[in-house]
C-alpha cells in the first residue's frame, strides 16, 4: 500500500507499506542479484540506509532454485535479510543475458549462460517463482527490446508485455487466493522512444490495474533527454496513489530528475559497476578516478563526509594503492562509498521535501 | 618485551609487548598481503579476535612502496590500522614468487611477479624498508631453500641465512639509535631437516641475540612429524624469555602440538585459501566442504557456536548456494568463519592455560 504524503515541485514524498516494513519514498534500491550484494556485507547495506534490496529471479531460479528458497521459507530467511525485497520478472535477464531460444506469446525459452541448461518462463510462472521466493514487490513478465529495435518490434513488444501483464494479474490473484502473502504487483510499461505506443501501454496497463508502475526499457543507450521525454509522456497518465518506477537508472543527477518527473523508485548496478572500476562518487557530488597516480601520496580521506564509515577513515592513497594491487578490499570500499553516496542522495532529497 | 607468565604442558602462556599495545601470547596471525585481508573488513578482523596483522613487506615494497607508505607515517595510519603489525623479510615471497636473477651473500636480485622490474634486496634494505614500514615487530633477510633441497644447499642457505642476520642485527641497531622507535627484531632459523644445521642455525643466532626467534622452512611439503622433530630440535635450544615463531603454519591441529612444544606464535594463509575453495572449519573441530550436494538444502546456521556472526546467522544453504554461484559474500562468510575459528582455537588454549 502506497501513501502519498506531499506532491512537491522536487517531486513525490510518500512512505510504501509492504509485509516486510515501511519504505520512506522516493528510494534507490541496491541490486543482490542472487541474494546478495557484490563486496558488501547485508550488515553494512544496513548502515549504507539500504531500505529494500532487489534481487534477480532470474538468477535465484536457475540457483538455487524457487523451490529450494521456499523450504527455506522464502529469500528473506533464506539470504536473512528483514527488510524488504523486490524481485524483478527474469525477464529482462532472459532477454539480455541468456541464449534465447524461442519467444511466441505464451512465453520465452532460453538456455542459462551458466550451463546451458533449457527453461521457460511465462507470465503464469513468474509470478509464482517470485511467490515462491516471498517477495515482497514482485514484477510482471514484459518483454524488454533491444535499443536498436524498429517501431515494428517495439510495438509487437508492447502488445506482448500487456497480454502478459494481463495474464500475470489473474495468476497474481489466483495466487493471493491460495496463500496469505498479499505482495505487490508492478506491471513495467514498455514502447521505446515512440510516444504513442507508450501512451497506449501505460494506458491499457492502468486499465488492468495494478499496485505499482514500472517504465522499463529505459536507460538502455538512449540520451537522458530522451528518457526525461519519455517521462514526460507516462507519469502524467498514471494514478496519483501507485508507485512509479524507473528501472536501470542509477546516476544521481539523474535520479533527482526523475524524481522531480514523478517517480518514486529506482534500481541501478551503476555506482557498484563504476566503484569496481575505480570511479568514486563523492558526497560534493564530484568523482574520483582512484586509480590516476595523483592519488598515490593523496593522504586525505577518501570523503570525510561520507555516509560510508571506510571511506571517512581510510585514505585515497590507501584506496589507490588496493585498487592498482586489485586487493578485494578495495572494491569493498569503493562499493560502499557509491552505494552509500546514492542512497544518501535519495534520503537528503526526502529530507528536503519534508523540510519544505 | 616479552614476558612468559607460565609454562604449562599445554605450551608457554605469555604476553608481548609492542608499540601498539599488549599481544596475548601463544597467538596466530592473520596475513594482510598488501596491507588489507582478502574478503575481510578491519573491523571484522577486530570482531574475530585479531590481536596483530602480517603484512608482506614483499607485496608492499613494490606497491605503493615503503616511501609512500613512510609518507602517511607508516603502515598504522596508511591501512588505518591500530593494533600491532608484523612484517616479514620479503625474503619467501623473493624466492617463492619472483623471478629471481641472481643471489650472494651480499643479497639478492629479482624481478616482480607483477611487472617484471627489477630489484634488490639485501640484509640493510630489508631492514631499511621494515623501518619505513613502521612495523612492530621485523624479520631478518633469510633465504629459504626449497623442500626438494640437497643438504649442500640447505647448508649453503644456513649459512647465508646466518650472515645477513648478523647485518641485519647490525643495521637494526644503528637504525634504532637514529630514529625514535624500537621495533623488535627478529631472525629466522634455517636449517631444513638437517638436525645438526638446526641446532648450529639456533645457536648461532641465540649469540648474536633478537627479540624474537623464527622458525622458517618448514610447512613447505615435509610431514608433520618431521616438523615436530624440527621444533623438538630448536624450542629446547632457545632463551625461554623470547618469542618462537613457527612461520607458515596454521592447521588447528597442528598450532596446539606446537604450542606445547614451546612455540608462542604463528602466521598462516591456510585458514583462507581453503574457505575460498569451500572447505568451512567448524567450531567443532570437524570441517564442511560446503559445494557438496548435500549442503543445498541444509537450513541449519552454518555453525551455531561460530565466532562470526556471520556464520552463526546464515544458513549452510545460503553458504552453499554463495559458493556456487561464486558470491563474493560467499567469500567473504567463509574467510569469516574459518579466520574466527582459527583465533578461537588459540584464545581457548589460552584461557586453558590460565585456568590451570
Redesign the interface.
Known sequence: MFSLLQSTVLGRRGQLHTAHGVIETPFFMPVG?????????HEDLLTLGAQILLCNTY?LHL??GED?VA??GGLH????WEKPILTDSGGFQVFSLAKLRSIDDTGVTFRSH?DGSEHRLTPASAIEIQNKLGSDIILCLDQCPPSTAKRSEILEATDRTLKWAAECKEAHESLKKQHKRNPLLFCVIQGGLERDLREKCAQEMINIGFDGYAIGGLAVGESAEEMYGVLDVVCPLLPKDKLRYLMGVGVIEQLKKCVAKGIDMFDCVLPMRIARHGTILLSSGKSLDIDKAVF??D?APIDPDSPSP?SR???R??L???V??K????E?IACMQNLGVTLRAMETLRETMDNE
Chains 1, 2 share one sequence.
Open positions: 542479484t542472487a541474494g546478495a550484494m557484490k563486496g558488501i556485507t538468477h540457483h538455487p529450494t523450504k527455506a530467511p533464506f539470504i536473512h551458466v598515490r601520496g593522504f571506510l577513515k581510510h585514505s592513497a590507501y589507490h594503492h588496493l592498482k594491487v586487493e578485494r578490499y578495495g569493498t
